[in-house]
């Protein structure tokens, strides 16, 4: 369970379109009753924040958040926005999760960029190669530029917000904005509470332009949490304060299709090389066809299951044809293991039982590994006197295990004999190689050892549980 925060009209440019309607959707909803039930399988409990005054509104979000005890999603109220991307944000493993948009630059789109200590960005059409000041040698500044109607005032590395500013906060080289929807776990909305009443108590050092998300993320940021960050790609989200922009936004997400971000999302981008090039092409389709069927991952467990029962069978009667067929049948039973985790994430329909169902799959499937007689199975190999007596209906022989899969009985460890102590204070008189010996000139701790006869040096140390050379 997610609380979800509504947030009014940000101080600034947006007004709260409340009456305003999407004319391009089915049922020619308002903003507001689009949103709500959007967000209404997450929490029926919305709290709404009035955002005239942000300080008040500031305040009001650290008491929802002293008072939560699961995850916060804070979004503003007047967002148009895919239920994908709504989706694809809370259900996200960070501590917190912001999503951002990056300054249109040459090179540099809403998913890449450079972290503070990576290399140096592209340059702009106005500036040439060598005008670039290296981010180390940058001056804070205060962004004055905009995307979206938002100040760009943040500054996005590769995977987290690395600094933000406000009127009267610099930032080194900004380069993008918070859009809106922020992601707070559980365990940081204390954090977030305590944050957002700092935040409030210097609201009057705030400017009139100053987003209440970036505010928000601001103060995260600076009291050291981690807020990862998110795209757009290929969904869709906006504010819109106008009829003209709402019209343009409906028409924008129309043509977007959202049903094959929501296909490709359910595919994991991590994967092995089998998987990604041989299974995942295609088990896409397999997997939406299967949900719009109706198929739970549970009864889609069940085939792969069957399948790998089966090519066990094929496997155990040892002919050639039969083994081929063995074969294609656990090909497809792993394509089909991968489908059911693919229906799950594509329909949303998760349960203990389904990963209890999938992770005793492989183990049932492992029977595959039966061969025909006469093929290695676990280490063992019938001998061919053995066989030839099973063709003739004989008793086959006692088979004896190869001498390497016998456990053979390793002798018991002898004690160490103790050498003889000799006090570190009293050097050794003599050394010898067997026939004469001669005087030993003793040189601290060192001892240098001479043989009178074949002339070779020998050192050794003295210790105290004797003479180690």
């Not at 295990?401 to 050498?419: G, I």
Request: hydrophobic share 40%.
């Amino acid at each position: 369970m997610t609380r979800v925060v509504l947030l009014g009209a940000s101080p600034g440019p947006d007004i709260s379109p409340t009456g305003l309607r999407l004319a391009a959707l089915p049922g020619n909803p308002t903003v507001a009753e689009r949103l709500r039930g959007q967000l209404s399988s997450m929490d029926p409990r919305f709290a709404t924040v009035q955002t005239g005054d942000v300080a008040a509104a500031l305040r009001a979000v650290a008491d929802v958040a002293e008072s939560a005890t699961e995850s916060l999603f804070l979004i503003p109220e007047n967002s148009v926005v895919h239920d994908e991307l709504i989706y694809q944000i809370t259900k996200s493993k960070r501590g917190a999760l912001a999503l951002v948009a990056k300054e249109p630059r040459t090179g540099v789109t809403e998913d890449n960029g450079q972290e503070e200590t990576g290399p140096e960005e592209p340059v702009t059409e106005d500036e040439g190669p060598g005008d670039r000041i290296p981010i180390d040698e940058a001056e804070p500044e205060i962004g004055l530029n905009r995307v979206e109607g938002l100040p760009v005032r943040v500054r996005i590395g590769k995977s987290r917000v690395v600094s933000v500013g406000t009127a009267n906060h610099a930032v080194t080289r900004p380069n993008g904005v918070v859009l809106g929807p922020l992601h707070i776990s559980a365990r940081n909305a204390p954090v977030l509470a305590q944050t957002c009443r700092e935040l409030a108590d210097m609201a009057h050092r705030f400017g009139a332009d100053d987003d209440l998300m970036q505010l928000i993320v601001f103060g995260l940021v600076r009291n050291g949490v981690s807020v990862g960050i998110r795209g757009r790609r290929d969904l869709f989200y906006r504010r819109v304060t106008t009829q003209e922009e709402i019209n343009e936004a409906g028409a924008e997400m129309a043509g977007m299709d959202e049903d094959r971000s929501r296909l490709n999302n359910a595919v994991k981008g991590a994967d092995g090389f089998f998987t990604t090039y041989f299974v995942s092409t295609y088990s896409r389709y397999i997997a939406r066809w299967a949900a719009r069927r109706g198929l739970t991952p549970n009864q889609v467990t069940l085939i792969s299951i069957a399948l790998g029962v089966a090519a066990a069978a094929c496997f155990a009667t040892g002919d050639r044809p039969w083994m081929v067929a063995g074969g294609v049948l656990i090909y497809f039973a792993f394509v089909f293991d991968c489908v059911d985790g693919q229906v799950a994430r594509y329909a949303r329909k998760f349960g203990v039982l389904g990963g209890m169902a999938g992770r005793h799959v492989r183990p049932v499937q492992g029977i595959r590994r039966l061969r025909r007689p006469g093929h290695r199975l676990g280490g063992l190999r019938p001998r061919r006197r053995d066989l030839d007596s099973r063709a003739r209906g004989d008793r086959p022989a006692v088979r004896t295990p190869p001498a390497r899969l016998l456990l053979r009985r390793r002798p018991p460890p002898q004690a160490a004999v103790p050498l003889p102590s000799i006090p570190p204070s009293t050097p050794p008189t003599t050394a010898s190689c067997g026939r004469r010996s001669a005087p030993v000139r003793w040189s601290g701790a060192r001892v240098s050892e001479a043989c009178s006869r074949c002339g070779r040096r020998r050192a050794s140390t003295a210790l105290s549980t004797g003479r180690v050379r």
